[in-house]
């Protein structure tokens, strides 16, 4: 784009960077930097004040609703963005990639398992769901696999029983269930209950995450398997699982490089989103949808949407300026 | 393409279906935790009136219908673990008997039906998310044109920022958008020019005027929040045609460069236009859980965020599956526009 490549615009991608990084460190320092007041103790004296630099109990950038400093809150609303919605990106990505480059690799014939196999997976499923019989159940379905696996080279009819695992049915099948409403629709029937720990939302940011990266690398992978490289190496007699994680995966998860930064965009807008609408987190978090969310309340306190709403803006236009290629 | 229709959306109802059940269980199985929460908020108000003893817990739970079991089969408990057959007298059986007959159930919270209470809400959303979809495909139209009219394949000066703006726009969360626009615009500090809150319930009985100029921040947010993905795609697509040969063909013509846009690349270009429009009317439902929670617009979307906030599953439940539903509307009318656009699509059905 000629616009950015004017003189005045070129360091934007440097200061993008500069400003995400110091999101990160003060996100994973916060609870060891000098602050003036700890985290979430209220100065009852001094309620939703604007910024006071000059007169005593200096608030740097105003206190909100309760009393609470606001850059305190704000320093600390950082960890949400690196503890929660960076993890919940890089594990949606990597799900998406293993799921979707599966799916796109194999298709629903590909995939085909001998007898032990499934046998295997009706022992695993039969254990963990705890049908009648448990442990000795699945016990007698593994002794009857391991009977498969040993019988399979000797004897000619189980040699032949190989079914194909439709691996892209399944995978379209739960695009389509998460995809049927709307992702904070999603997001917010599931959070519904009584406040998540931080490990319980991280799973549901996941759930709700991975279809769209999964879906770039199985259009990617589609493209990918048909390549003359991947031919080469099956002619070359590679073990397919070693072509598919060695050479076409790396190619496949090409597109992720681009999206990555936009799909981490996304999952703080949702998490602030969240925080904002009071679901699904305790309400002594801090987090930049929290203090936002008391705009509702006070809506002349511009302290609080210039701080988080700009912390908030800075850090999505960064991201949005990493995504794009630099050129 | 009728078959493929038919097809699309039989999926898309089947996994509307198996979300909503997704929801049901899931909600109901975590539903002791929401009675304990209720039991703890009435605590709070009355002063410890024995509301936690067991009979009282036992009432309460039967007055919510969480006196049965969930599902069709239940697991008894971890450590002995077997499975029970309730036949037809659970949660799951009677909610979906309930729902094939119209009837969405009732909220926790204050024990009215749900039905009568989503209609409601849907004479706010119902002309909100409207005004914003005509609003938003206008404005697309028009910005797309006003991008891609450039002399250039790459946009340059005023076209360029508007890019760079649109693009900025995209990854901002409603919500913010809403509280800018908010603070811009009603705020008796900056400017002051538009009413920020609804003061009647009843929009019939407010005077028209006033109700329009309540819905032109809501309206406003709603097309900004979804302007981006409408546009760019449009912009793009007309550059895509520009380049094609008989763009070229037109141009050597003498065609002006204003009637090769409208005339001979637009219609071309408006069929991703459309293909975006399945995914127009679902994020506009999740745009009006925000919008209407900040412009106190007593909608859909609200219901849905306060349902969410205070633990009421059933209205949670309904909402799900009025976005589902939503969600195949907007499948099925991107069809039609698309038949409707395409001759060649008409042809082949």
């Not at chain 1, 007698?140 to 190989?162: H, K, N, S």
């Not at chain 1, 009584?194 to 259009?219: C, F, I, N």
């Not at chain 1, 203090?291 to 236009?317: D, N």
């Not at chain 2, 906030?309 to 909402?319: F, I, K, L, Q, R």
Request: overall charge positive; proline content about 8%.
């Amino acid at each position: 784009m000629s616009f950015m490549r004017r003189p005045r615009l070129a360091a934007l991608p440097l200061l993008a960077t500069g400003w995400l990084v110091a999101v990160a460190a003060v996100g994973l320092l916060a609870p060891w930097l000098p602050l003036p007041f700890p985290a979430g103790a209220p100065d009852l004296l001094h309620v939703a004040e604007p910024p006071s630099w000059a007169t005593a109990p200096r608030h740097w950038l105003g206190t909100d609703l309760f009393g609470r400093d606001v850059l305190t809150e704000l320093l600390f609303g950082a960890r949400q963005v690196v503890l929660l919605s960076l993890p919940a990106t890089v594990l949606a990505a990597l799900a998406g990639a293993l799921a979707g480059g599966s799916a796109g690799f194999w298709g629903n014939q590909g995939c085909r398992l001998p007898l032990a196999a499934w046998l295997v997976m009706l022992a695993a499923v039969w254990w963990l769901a705890a049908l009648p019989g448990g442990g000795q159940a699945a016990g007698l379905l593994l002794g009857v696999a391991t009977l498969a696996w040993w019988a399979a080279p000797r004897l000619p009819w189980v040699g032949r029983a190989v079914w194909p695992l439709p691996l892209d049915s399944l995978f379209q099948a739960a695009v389509t269930l998460l995809g049927a409403v709307p992702r904070l629709v999603l997001v917010l029937a599931l959070a519904a209950g009584p406040p998540l720990s931080t490990g319980h939302l991280l799973l549901l940011l996941v759930a709700v995450a991975w279809p769209e990266p999964a879906r770039q690398v199985r259009a990617q992978m589609l493209r990918v398997r048909t390549l003359p490289f991947v031919e080469a190496a099956r002619a070359a007699g590679l073990p397919t699982s070693r072509i598919w994680l060695r050479h076409a995966l790396p190619h496949a998860c090409h597109p992720l490089q681009a999206t990555v930064p936009l799909s981490l965009a996304g999952l703080i807008g949702l998490e602030t989103t969240l925080a904002f609408l009071g679901v699904g987190r305790p309400p002594d978090v801090s987090s930049w949808g929290q203090l936002l969310s008391m705009l509702r309340q006070e809506p002349s306190a511009w302290w609080l949407l210039a701080s988080a709403g700009g912390a908030l803006l800075l850090t999505l236009l960064a991201l949005q300026r990493l995504a794009r290629p630099n050129h | 393409m009728r078959r493929w229709l038919l097809i699309q959306l039989g999926r898309a109802g089947l996994a509307a279906w198996a979300t909503a059940s997704l929801v049901f269980i899931l909600s109901r199985v975590l539903a002791a935790g929401a009675e304990e929460a209720m039991l703890g908020e009435s605590n709070d108000l009355r002063v410890r009136t024995g509301a936690t003893s067991p009979v009282a817990r036992q009432a309460l739970r039967q007055r919510l219908g969480l006196d049965e079991p969930v599902f069709y089969v239940t697991r008894t408990s971890r450590a002995s673990a077997t499975w029970r057959w309730h036949g037809p007298h659970n949660q799951y059986h009677h909610w979906l008997t309930r729902l094939l007959h119209g009837q969405l159930g009732w909220s926790f919270r204050d024990g009215q039906p749900i039905g009568p209470q989503l209609r409601k809400a849907l004479v706010y959303t119902l002309p909100l998310a409207g005004l914003a979809a005509a609003a938003a495909t206008l404005a697309a139209l028009a910005l797309g044109l006003a991008l891609a009219g450039g002399p250039l394949a790459t946009p340059t000066g005023w076209r360029a920022a508007l890019q760079l703006v649109l693009t900025s726009l995209q990854g901002i969360p409603v919500f913010v958008l809403a509280l800018g626009l908010l603070f811009l615009f009603a705020n008796p500090d900056a400017l002051n020019l538009l009413p920020a809150y609804s003061l009647a319930d009843d929009p019939e009985n407010l005077p028209f005027g006033t109700y329009l100029l309540q819905l032109i921040m809501p309206v406003l947010t709603l097309v900004l929040a979804v302007l981006p993905e409408l546009a760019l795609p449009l912009a793009a697509a007309l550059r895509h045609e520009l380049r094609a040969d008989y763009a070229t063909t037109a141009r050597a013509k003498g065609v002006p460069a204003p009637t090769l846009l409208r005339r001979h690349a637009l219609p071309n270009a408006l069929l991703p236009l459309l293909t975006s429009f399945a995914s127009l009317l679902p994020s506009l439902l999740a745009g009006t859980v925000l919008v209407e929670s900040i412009f106190s617009l007593p909608g859909m979307g609200r219901l849905l965020a306060e349902a969410a906030a205070s633990h009421d599953y059933p209205v949670v439940v309904a909402g799900v599956l009025v976005a589902a539903g939503v969600r195949l509307l907007g499948l099925a009318l991107s069809d039609a526009l698309y038949a409707l656009a395409d001759p060649r699509i008409r042809l082949a059905s």
